[in-house]
């Protein structure tokens, strides 16, 4: 099993660096504007898989099992864009941008097309919308022979792999030609959409003028611009995009398929600077930010550009001559919204969710970019209208005065993101803000940051249990897809000390984007004390959340790596017991064990469960072997008592009355979930008979409001066994109104967030195999349990805030989180954690399936 694996690791990376069947079976486009101009595509450009980025093409010569006698591999050329074939879409003429006076998505094809009649001009699609509707990276540069992209991409790839080798080369003169990759982002979300057009503007000019300025510009940057991240909230007039999400809240969860596109990009340049426009916030604001500021960036080489560029992009948005895009100083002259220097808190740039935060571990200078007058609400034509054409011209001055600052200070940006990833290579501590503009220009507290000292290694075993095997091979390859380098154990090593098995994954904190491996890796700290009003959230974690164990590896010390193999791709193959079984045994831990039931159910397979939770499957190899190997769980033996007391499931008929988040974390587990409210079962549209279960965190459904005839339909339904599922206080709301579990709930700070230590009944169904952590957003507890109820899971007595911003949470310690009982005959749970918060804490959901379960 173990050596299949690592042959498996080995096929990733020839298939990685080989043209692939598919690539060259497809037949050039003769329609291409791509070939009108002469630049033939490279056969694997268009297949290189999204998400394994320059580190590992840059290392992967050192990795074993690449043969010197390969071809050059043309994902060398990752780089160089394509020109795709842009297609019209139909005319939506419901399309919200319409009554803005602003670009109907259906006009957007148009425009890129006439601006690929320039050769400065590349236009790729670059993923689909949650609808389907296609994202378009437009890249502006000067002309650029193969030969030329070649070398771009060596200097580019030579920043993570080498970043001293980069710093002497530059030093050397080595990248005077090399053109810097800068990055705009629109539109993402879809009721904030003037960056779409004030790019399209810039970029007309970028395409046909002959100002020698420009000209100068497009020999010295490669510059992306993502024409709107979010063209079905563009379309709708939504915030979200379609599956709810806010995906300025997602890019270090990357649930959604318009973030993981734009993810995408961001690994592929590693731009030195990053735009993300929204609106609207008056003055125009510019980051960067107040504090505080997350412990993982470099946060003072960050600073130093990031206040110029916000600068001089100020001047340029005062430049526009528009006094409804600015604010008056004291001494009448004018001013933007800089939070960094204008704000003491609630601007923070603390949590990686945001797009530009998220980019600083790429080494780039994220911006937030707020334009100023909500062009949305009651106001006349013409106001909506002037409102948007102020907010296009600040958009597109903030633009230009991004790409002006980057223009003349192209080699500093450059050598301030090299020492970013050279400190990542040689494991240095992150250091001060020694910048004495940004030190004069501080407002409050935002100067000051934590100074963090990095682990030597992280350790994610991945051989004993199936649990550990899933979740690993998920977290490491979300890591690859995040451009991190993971290696793994083929032999034991010996790493800090310490013995660790074969298998193993192993993350080598000395590489050039480490900070965004401690961001994903470490619990993170609590914040409380440091600032009272933070933004968002302020905690995340991949490595407590999300399933897999993580260890910590000192923060000294050389590693074994003779043993350790670069990865280039994480799957967890899966098992089944050998020999003939009457039945198989798949106890569900993860996300991916809840999908096989699921799938296994929906395929119409006999499947029962045991006292203890096993699910239980006929023992035909037929069926379980592509279920293991699809989602990579593992098939056990059973003995002949374990299957004798299993009681026959079937799929869980669920209804919902929950937030998108919730209902999407719900699919991603393989359920159907209905959206259910107390209307759609009065007025007969929906009936008790069809539900097995119900989760329950809005208003949406309250039994207080069925008609008479329902509300007994619904107390029959308790009767018979039904099963309910609470979340938050909303959840709580529906106990009492149904007259549920005997409780009494307290809440913690509505703004109150972070990850907790929670201590498990071992006995519980739902709880006794779950994680030792929790999240929890408006965090509620309980403070009295009544008889029968069962007190599942708590908060740790001392020390249970591991990280985040709870005001007042010392109330909170000791208290029960999740609670569970019958009542009216119901299988009742209340949880007031947040078990699927914005698709995020995965490693909680099995404590969802298995109170649906119940
Ligand atoms: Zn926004």
């Known amino acids: 099993m173990r050596v299949r694996r690592l042959l498996t690791a080995s096929l990733g990376t020839l298939l990685l660096f080989g043209p692939t069947p598919a690539a060259q079976a497809a037949p050039p486009d003769p329609a291409t504007h791509e070939a009108a101009v002469g630049s033939p595509r490279g056969p694997s450009d268009t297949d290189l898989p999204f998400g394994v980025g320059p580190a590992q093409r840059g290392r992967s010569a050192d990795a074993p099992g690449r043969q010197p006698s390969q071809p050059e591999p043309s994902a060398k050329l990752a780089g160089k864009p394509r020109n795709d074939v842009i297609k019209d879409v139909p005319a939506e003429l419901t399309d919200a941008s319409i009554a803005y006076n602003l670009i109907p998505y259906h006009d957007i094809p148009p425009a890129l097309r006439a601006l690929q009649g320039s050769d400065r001009i590349s236009v790729e699609v670059i993923g689909q919308s949650v609808l389907g509707r296609d994202l378009h990276l437009v890249v502006a540069t000067a002309p650029m022979s193969d030969a030329q992209w070649k070398n771009w991409q ?42 779409t057009d004030a790019s399209l503007q810039v970029l007309q000019e970028l395409a046909f003028s002959t100002d020698p300025a420009v000209v100068d510009m497009l ?72 504090g505080p500021h997350g412990d993982n960036y470099e946060y003072d080489l960050y600073i130093r550009h990031a206040l110029r560029n916000a600068l001089a992009m100020e001047r340029a948005v005062l430049a526009t001559g528009e006094t409804r895009a600015s604010c008056a100083n004291p001494d009448g002259s004018r001013r933007n ?149 993971v290696h793994r154990a083929w032999r034991p090593v010996k790493l800090g000390g310490t013995h660790y098995e074969a298998g193993s994954y192993v993350v080598d904190m000395r590489q050039a984007k480490r900070g965004l491996a401690s961001a994903l890796l470490e619990v993170g700290r609590d914040v409380t004390n440091d600032f009272n009003a933070m933004y968002d959230i302020s905690a995340w974690s991949h490595g407590h959340l999300w399933g897999a164990t993580v260890q910590r590896v000192g923060t000294d010390g050389t590693l074994d790596d003779k043993g350790l193999r670069l990865v280039t791709e994480a799957r967890a193959t899966g098992a089944v017991a050998p020999g003939k079984q009457a039945n198989y045994g798949l106890a569900v831990d993860s996300v991916a064990g809840i999908q096989a039931v699921n799938r296994l159910l929906g395929d119409g397979v006999r499947v029962s469960r045991t006292a203890d939770g096993t699910f239980v499957v006929p023992g035909d190899v037929s069926v379980v072997r592509p279920i293991a190997e699809e989602y990579g769980v593992e098939f056990v033996r059973l003995t002949p008592p374990q299957v004798r007391d299993a009681t026959p499931v079937s799929k869980t008929r669920l209804g919902v009355a929950a937030n998108g988040g919730e209902i999407f974390a719900l699919r991603q587990m393989g359920f159907d979930p209905v959206s259910v409210t107390h209307t759609a079962f009065n007025n007969g549209t929906l009936s008790f008979a069809d539900f097995d279960a119900f989760f329950v965190s809005t208003t949406a459904f309250n039994p207080l409001s069925l008609d008479a005839t329902r509300s007994a339909a619904f107390h029959q339904w308790l009767a018979d066994g039904g099963t309910v599922v609470g979340r938050g206080a909303s959840g709580k709301q529906f106990n009492d109104r149904a007259g549920l579990l005997d409780v009494t709930i307290a809440a913690g700070r509505s703004d109150a967030n972070g990850i907790v230590s929670v201590v498990n009944d071992p006995a519980s169904p739902i709880t006794g195999n779950a994680l ?47 609670v569970s009982g019958v009542a009216k005959g119901a299988n009742v749970t209340l949880f007031g954690t947040e078990p699927l918060f914005r698709a995020h804490p995965e490693g909680l959901y099995p404590q969802v399936a298995a109170a649906l379960w119940r």
Not at 157 to 168: C, E, G, I, K, V
Not at 270 to 286: F, R
């Open 154 to 195: 060596q200097l580019s790839d030579l920043r993570f792999s080498d970043p001293h080798a980069a710093q002497a080369k530059l030093a050397a003169g080595g990248y005077d030609n090399w053109r810097t990759p800068l990055f705009i982002n629109n539109n993402i979300h879809g009721n904030e959409w003037e960056g």
């Open 219 to 290: 020999n010295k940057h490669v510059v992306a611009f993502v024409v709107t991240n979010n063209p079905d909230g563009r379309v709708a007039a939504t915030r979200a995009n379609a599956n709810g999400f806010d995906m300025n809240r997602d890019f270090i969860t990357a649930s959604q398929p318009e973030v993981r596109a734009v993810r995408a990009q961001l690994v592929r340049y590693s731009p030195l600077t990053m735009l993300d426009i929204h609106g609207y916030v008056s003055c125009t604001l510019i980051e960067p930010t107040t």
């Open 337 to 485: 919204d800089i939070p960094f220097r204008d704000r003491t808190q609630g601007w923070d740039d603390w949590p990686p969710i945001f797009t530009p935060m998220y980019s600083m571990y790429h080494g780039t200078i994220g911006h937030t970019i707020e334009i100023p007058l909500n062009p949305r609400g009651n106001l006349t034509v013409a106001e909506r209208h002037e409102r948007t054409r102020i907010n296009t011209a600040v958009a597109v001055a903030s633009i230009k005065g991004n790409l002006g600052y980057a223009t003349e200070h192209r080699s500093e940006l450059l050598a301030n993101q090299l020492e970013w990833f050279r400190r990542g290579v040689d494991g240095e501590s992150t250091r001060p803000i020694d910048d004495p503009l940004a030190i004069s220009l501080a407002r409050g507290d935002n100067v000051k940051t934590h100074l963090q000292d990095f682990a030597r290694a992280y350790v994610i075993p991945a051989g004993t249990d199936q649990r550990s095997a899933t979740s690993a091979a998920r977290l490491v390859q979300f890591m690859l897809d995040n451009d991190l380098q």
């Open 772 to 818: 030792p952590t929790a999240f929890v957003d408006a965090p509620q507890y309980f403070t009295r349990i009544g008889d029968g109820v069962r007190v599942d899971q708590r908060l740790a007595a001392e020390g249970f805030f591991r990280a985040g911003h709870w005001g007042g949470q010392d109330a909170a310690a000791g208290h029960a989180v999740v």
